[in-house]
């Protein structure tokens, strides 16, 4: 049977015993729930190709998602920064094709993947963070130039990296919201830089901002509403969620994050996280998105490294850094497209 077909006996056998009184209602609001077409089918994953299938569309839908360019690109306006900017500005000049091997650099990359999209016809671009190695205005000015010239919709949400201007005091909160909003607010386009959605082609594309690995309350209600609406959902995230058997690196809602399993606090000269370990508002949040019937799926960066994992029937996929070229096209795709 097809993943996609409902059970039309059990439906008419449900609609019988309705008619007749013989089902109480609550029993048969379950009933009914469970005879509901699953908006969730099979996934396939070939190369950086990504398939989604769902009956909640009727004409396929094709994203592009790429993360972690790491652009460096500075001016003189930087130069009151540069004590806070060097390590980064130096960590992805040169960097190795992801396919071919040979040396490129995160600009190169930036724009083939462009030029990728609008040869692909993707609806929508998503840039999942980590597009800029620091805030520098010569940076976002470049991209934004790009992105305007493409003349596809994106949607941005920032990476901890795009914010962060190494030793600079404050809390990774304060910091966050201070140069999103300072440098990084045309990228998103008047919208929240905490969260957005935006709907095409009947799937609604959500963009949750984790870079602190954290969840705010205002972002847990927002994701509420999202999964409430019953419209197939796809998720962005920077940091991926946690998923059991993975490293802190999939920091979103792991057990272990906190101060003792924070390796690299002294060298990005940021604070510790904390001792004490996630909120609950995070830790509901990651087991809210997990069990999300609506939702095809869950796609972040952070790794740089391209992984796949399904948890409780949810695929998440990190995306390899696009400082190497690496990108995700994401299809989804109704039954007839199989
Ligand atoms: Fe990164």
């Known amino acids: 049977m097809s993943l996609f077909s409902t059970s039309l006996p059990r ?24 005879t509901k077409p699953a ?12 398939g989604l299938h769902t009956s909640g569309v009727e004409k396929p839908v094709k994203l592009l998602m790429l993360a972690d360019t790491h652009l460096s690109r500075d001016d003189e306006r930087g130069a009151p920064y540069r004590e806070f900017s060097a390590r980064m500005a130096k960590a992805y000049n040169h960097t190795k094709h992801f396919r071919s091997k040979e040396t490129t650099d995160p600009e190169q990359c930036f724009e083939q993947t462009l030029q990728a999209a609008q040869n692909s016809k993707v609806e929508l671009l998503v840039l999942a963070g980590d597009i800029f190695s620091f805030p520098s205005e010569a940076a976002i000015e470049w991209v934004l130039s790009r992105l305007e010239k493409s003349g596809i919709p994106w949607l941005y949400t920032a990476g901890n990296h795009d914010w962060h201007y190494e030793g600079q005091p404050g809390t990774s909160t304060d910091l966050r919201r201070i140069w999103c909003k300072k440098r990084l607010s045309s990228l998103y386009q008047g919208g929240d830089p905490m969260m957005s959605a935006k709907q095409v082609g009947g799937v609604n594309v959500v963009l949750i901002d984790n870079s602190t690995y954290e969840i705010q309350p205002e972002q847990l209600a927002f994701f509420r509403q999202q999964a409430a609406s019953g419209v197939p959902l796809v998720l962005f995230v920077h940091i991926p969620l946690y998923v059991p058997g993975r490293p802190v690196g999939f920091g979103c809602g792991h057990p272990q994050w906190g101060a003792a399993q924070d390796k690299n606090h002294l060298i990005e000269r940021r604070p510790q996280w904390r001792t004490e370990g996630h909120s609950q508002v995070t830790l509901d949040f990651h087991r809210e998105v997990f069990a999300a019937s609506n939702l095809l799926g869950v796609f972040a960066g952070h790794t740089h490294q391209q992984t796949l994992d399904v948890w409780q029937g949810v695929p998440q996929m990190v995306v390899g850094a696009n400082a190497t070229g690496a990108h995700a096209v994401i299809e989804v795709l109704p039954p007839s497209a199989v």
């Open 11 to 34: 439906r008419r056998l449900l609609q019988g015993l309705l008619a007749t009184g013989a089902v109480a209602p609550a029993s048969a609001l379950l009933a009914a729930e469970a």
């Open 39 to 50: 908006l969730r089918g099979s996934f396939s994953v070939d190369d950086i190709h990504v």
